[in-house]
């Protein structure tokens, strides 16, 4: 069964870092590889909507970061190994959240996905609490 697993995340004091990582196991994908999935990182806090905060594209050649976290999160990928990143820096409470991957199937080498209803493939989440 096609699934992506979230992990690294954690408890982190304000201004600290964590990288979180998501791993496309078992088989391909509806028959397609990791590579030709745009990824994209989503969170959602207690009581809000879940929200973008980054994507990349296929080749991990463009990448595209909500404004939030723009300077502070970077997202990369590792096609040989179907593992999707996020490094988060210089973390403040209001980036306390679940921590979501997603995998959404498109052709153009060159795009990425903001809108959570395009992703075909999500995880269960990881959780990140910015507290000091």
């Known amino acids: 069964q096609e699934q992506l697993v979230e992990s690294g995340g954690g408890l982190v004091q304000p201004g600290g870092s964590l990288r979180l990582s998501c791993v496309a196991s078992g088989r391909t994908f509806s028959g397609r590889t990791f590579s030709s999935y745009v990824m994209g990182w989503f969170r959602q806090a207690p009581g809000k909507e879940r929200e973008f905060v980054a994507s990349?594209?296929?080749?991990?050649?463009?990448?595209d970061y909500a404004n939030s976290v723009k300077g502070r999160f970077t997202i990369s990928r590792d096609n040989a190994k179907n593992t999707v990143y996020l490094q988060m820096n210089s973390l403040k409470p209001e980036d306390t959240a679940e921590y979501y991957c997603?995998?959404?199937?498109?052709?153009?080498?060159?795009?990425?996905?903001?809108?959570?209803?395009?992703?075909?493939?999500w995880g269960q989440g990881t959780q990140v609490t910015v507290s000091s």
């Open positions: 997603a995998a959404d199937w498109v052709l153009a080498i060159m795009v990425v996905t903001t809108t959570p209803e395009e992703y075909d493939y």
């Open positions: 990349i594209s296929r080749s991990g050649g463009r990448t």
